[in-house]
């Protein structure tokens, strides 16, 4: 018996090592307030309070949504993200069809390919685009009309039908992500079921294999479609010029002088609702539907042959590439090597000049580079170790009600960039807490911005862990924070890194929130190439637009050679 009552005793310091850790999981739960409930919250009552007085009031409401000059970029933002969700869930499942289930060749290839296009902002997109189609001086209207002797070429990107396609083309990616994903982990045994009762392979595709897909379908739908409605870059560039605005365009008007922060934040909430409504529904949909095949051989496929179609469905499938890595990055290249962009490429118009004046020379661009690195590799170590204490509260039931630092981790998926820069902005713009003006408003964005990806590959991680590893070290005197650092972080050490490296690379080139929350002393790459861009300095563009995607695609390549393809599975999840 004293034996069993000596056991049952707590052993010296272990109420004091847990106490520690009870202030650890207060004080991240306190920082992811600070990251995400106070902007949301400062957001909201900004929208209410009267210009000048702060009192409350709904006259802000009243005037954007009584207005139509502020009315009708809501209906043209709807009418963009919708045809661009469509283009890009058809030719997404498609692409990820030829790619996941037929023996189309290259089909390896043409998923590296679409990673480029994943990694590629929009905005930069948009701009390589302005270089090649451009009304008169595109090099694609040039071409054609010397080859026609037309008086001008057919193409106008500064158009509606512009932005869709800039848009489309660089959102595809969603849906051939999801629905590859869901195809790959079919098996193909339900298919050779309606092949042996008689249906043929193309009636077999669209009956069983693309219905059993369909969440997925509906995932890249959805997430196109977020994606195109919120935002900045691309209509910035293209529909600013056509006197065409959307949403987001309306609302970094607000921020011009004079500033009308409250109105903005009001015009803002339409967006966050329909992003919300969205993800439930997506949510609602895939829940009542449940697609699951059962197999008893491991997942076993089959690729449709295509026989003679297989080189023409290739050549099809390189349309996208072409479009949204090809041409764009040779004009960005072109341009980036000429001494005045409208040249083009030719013989005494090839300068390496920009690039020395980019990193050697024009200290406010070498200062902006500099304050990408840093403010992105801030970003994602804040925002991995938020993610990664969260997670471990919640996966380990440690304090009550964990599930809500959970569900409080994943809300900024939900909030489109532009509006969570505005939350920022109401929230530490003044005192008590004033960030504007320094770098530290924007780490805590970009934080903030992408906390959802480091909190979902931090749950996979740690869920994989089994607790009793932990147990184990706890009944050898270890406490809660000991076997913490000494056991759980070394299994996640990888998967910990490929988590910061999934913030890193989106924080580098993020300009939605960056636009709203830079000053003069706090300028990134993305900001430095949207002020030049509308300078019209097109080759310090394309110049700082190379650089920013070498250190993108420099991260990319080496985190693929690290971590593999699952490497961006985590992102997807988030």
């Known amino acids: ?14 109420a004091r090592r847990f106490e520690a850790s009870i202030l650890l999981w207060a004080a991240a739960a306190g920082v992811l307030g600070f990251l995400v409930l106070v902007p949301l919250a400062w957001l909201f009552y ?45 030719v997404g499942a498609v692409i990820a069809w030829l790619v996941a289930r037929s023996d189309m060749p290259g089909r390896g290839l043409m998923r590296s390919l679409i990673l480029g296009a994943f990694t590629t902002p929009p905005f930069l997109g948009a701009v390589a685009w302005i270089f090649l189609a451009a009304p008169n001086s595109g090099w694609l209207n040039k071409a054609w009309v010397a080859m026609t002797g037309a008086p001008r070429g057919p193409i106008s990107i500064f158009s509606f039908g512009g932005a869709i ?56 739908f959805i997430m196109s479609f977020l994606e195109a409605l919120a935002l900045f870059g691309v209509p910035a560039f293209l529909l ?6 959307v949403v987001t365009t309306q609302l970094y008007l607000f921020f011009q002088n004079p500033l009308r922060v409250e109105l903005a934040a009001a015009y803002a ?13 997506q949510r609602r949909l895939i829940g009542r539907k449940r697609f699951t095949t059962i ?14 179609w297989r080189w023409p469905a290739l050549g099809l499938c390189l349309l996208l590439p072409l479009l949204s890595i090809a041409l764009p990055y040779g004009a960005l290249l072109a341009t980036s090597l000429s001494r005045a962009w409208g040249k083009g490429p030719v013989p005494g118009n090839l300068t390496l000049y920009w690039y020395q004046w980019a990193l050697f020379v024009n200290k406010p661009t070498q200062v902006a580079i500099s304050h990408s690195l840093w403010y992105s590799a801030a970003a994602a170590t804040i925002a991995m170790i938020v993610a990664v204490l969260v997670a471990y509260v919640v996966q380990r039931k440690l304090l009550p ?24 902005f109401s929230a530490y713009a003044h005192p008590p807490i004033l960030l504007y003006g320094t770098a530290g408003i924007l780490i805590a964005a970009f934080a903030t911005r992408f906390l959802p990806i480091a909190y979902s590959n931090a749950s996979s991680i740690i869920r994989a862990v089994n607790p009793e590893l932990e147990n184990a070290a706890r009944t050898l005197g270890c406490g809660r924070l000991g076997s913490l650092w000494e056991v759980t972080l070394p299994l996640l050490k ?46 310090a563009v394309s110049t700082l637009g190379i650089v920013m995607m070498l250190f993108t695609f420099t991260v990319v390549v080496v985190a693929y050679r690290v971590f593999g393809r699952d490497f961006t599975v985590q992102r997807q999840a988030a």
């Open 1 to 14: 018996m004293a034996a069993v009552t000596a056991r049952a005793e707590p052993r010296p310091g272990l």
């Open 46 to 90: 900004a929208s209410l309070q009267a210009r000048g007085t702060g009192e409350l009031t709904v006259a802000n409401y009243v005037e954007v949504f009584s207005r139509r000059i502020y009315l009708q970029p809501i209906v043209s933002s709807l009418e963009l993200a919708l045809a661009v969700a469509l283009i890009a869930m058809v």
């Open 165 to 220: 396609f800039v848009m489309a083309i660089y959102s595809v990616p969603y849906t051939f992500t999801f629905v590859s994903g869901a195809l790959e982990l079919m098996s193909s045994e339900i298919e050779d079921a309606a092949a042996s009762l008689g249906a043929g392979a193309w009636r077999t595709t669209f009956q069983v294999t693309l219905p059993l897909a369909m969440p997925a379908v509906v995932s890249g």
């Open 240 to 245: 600013i010029p056509a006197r065409q605005p």
């Open 269 to 281: 909430m339409p967006l966050l609702l329909v992003t919300m409504a969205f993800l439930y529904l």
């Open 295 to 308: 197999t008893g051989k491991g997942g076993l496929k089959r690729l449709v042959k295509l026989g003679r």
């Open 401 to 424: 009600a964990a599930e809500v630092l959970g569900f409080v981790a994943m809300a900024p998926f939900v909030v489109p960039g532009i509006v969570l820069a505005i939350g920022f």
């Open 494 to 539: 990888r998967g910990i890194l490929a988590g910061w490296l999934l913030v890193f690379i989106p924080a580098l080139r993020e300009l939605s929130s960056a636009v709203f929350l830079f000053t003069p002393r706090t300028t990134v790459m993305t900001t430095v190439i949207f002020d030049l861009s509308d300078a019209g300095n097109y080759e």
